[in-house]
């Protein structure tokens, strides 16, 4: 177990891409990094929280991003790389990974909101040269077993989608023991309709 105390200085490095498609695959919704980095920091102070962002994403969802700067959290954007044979790439990792190595001897703890396994070495490299310890949010679902194994403290956004995906609504569990009549087949389905209703 680590130790979190609020003078410690904390440094939030986003990898936006991993955590948005991975709510997006997993449940549907979108993130709500505002709350995601607010429970991470757990009361420390923050240096500084950034999101590394692809441009392609930025231009759709603008209006999300402006508001996580509201929120304190930078975005660094960069362009989608289209290749002459159709392929494309867009990754912030190295990026990200030498912001994190830059900043870390101001820092007290790392916190990574990412479930790529490619950040294990940065992972140790912190550990090791910097002394530090890095911490990892993500959806457990689809993160690494490595990365998750590495850090030094886990959290496991699964646990409360309710809270880190923006209008989420968690389904209720019916009684197992009870066999569904034909009645209670009918008000689950009116509780499906419900909830897909906006806000």
């Keep these: 177990m680590i130790i979190k105390h609020k003078e410690q200085r904390v440094g939030v490095f986003i990898d936006t891409q991993n955590l948005y498609h991975s709510a997006k695959n997993l449940y549907g919704h979108k993130v709500n990094f505002a709350e995601i980095v607010k ?66 001897p101001k820092l007290d703890a790392v916190i990574i909101i990412s479930g790529d396994g490619d950040f294990v070495p940065l992972v140790k490299y912190l550990q090791i040269h910097s002394g530090i310890q890095v911490e990892v949010a993500s959806f457990a679902q689809s993160s690494s077993a490595k990365l998750i194994e590495e850090c030094d403290d886990f959290m496991d956004l699964s646990k409360n989608p309710e809270k880190y995906l923006i209008g989420f609504r968690p389904r209720k569990n019916k009684k197992k023991n009870k066999k569904p009549n034909q009645s209670q087949n009918k008000n689950e389905g009116n509780v499906t309709i419900s909830r897909v209703k906006p806000e």
Excluded: H, P
């Design 39 to 104: 429970d991470a920091l757990a009361g420390r102070k923050l240096i500084r929280a950034m999101a590394y962002v692809i441009a392609s994403v930025a231009e759709t969802e603008q209006g999300f991003f402006e508001a996580l700067n509201k929120n304190g959290i930078e975005t660094k954007i960069k362009d989608l790389q289209v290749f002459a044979g159709g392929s494309k790439k867009g990754d912030w990792d190295v990026g990200l990974a030498v912001d994190a190595i830059t900043m870390a």
